[in-house]
């Protein structure tokens, strides 16, 4: 894609890029794809999920409890930045498999 209307800056024309990265959110492009940003959030908070497999195993701790620490520490990193996504059927899909992977 070639930009016909070129931003310079001090004497500097500055580079089109596809995406960008800014406060851990991929900005998607102009055809508002954000499958990337949503696969990136799902693997963060996989990881975040795995880290406290020794929680999510404990007989200590009431169902309750597991489900509340889950919406705190890996349904937010999860959704974080989903306010930019465009919310098609697909990326719903995938987050809510993912939930459900995890809360069963």
Do not use: H
């Amino acid at each position: 894609m070639e930009n016909t209307n070129p931003i310079t800056l001090d004497e500097e024309t500055l580079k089109q890029v596809e995406t960008l990265t800014y406060l851990a959110c991929i900005i998607i492009n102009e055809q508002g794809e954000s499958v990337a940003d949503v696969k990136a959030r799902i693997g963060k908070a996989r990881s975040a999920f795995l880290q406290l497999k020794n929680m999510w195993n404990s007989k200590k701790l009431s169902t309750n409890i597991k489900v509340r620490i889950f919406y705190m520490n890996v349904e937010t990193v999860l959704l974080y930045g989903a306010e930019t996504w465009r919310t098609i059927t697909t990326i719903i899909k995938n987050v809510q498999a993912f939930i459900n992977i995890c809360l069963c």
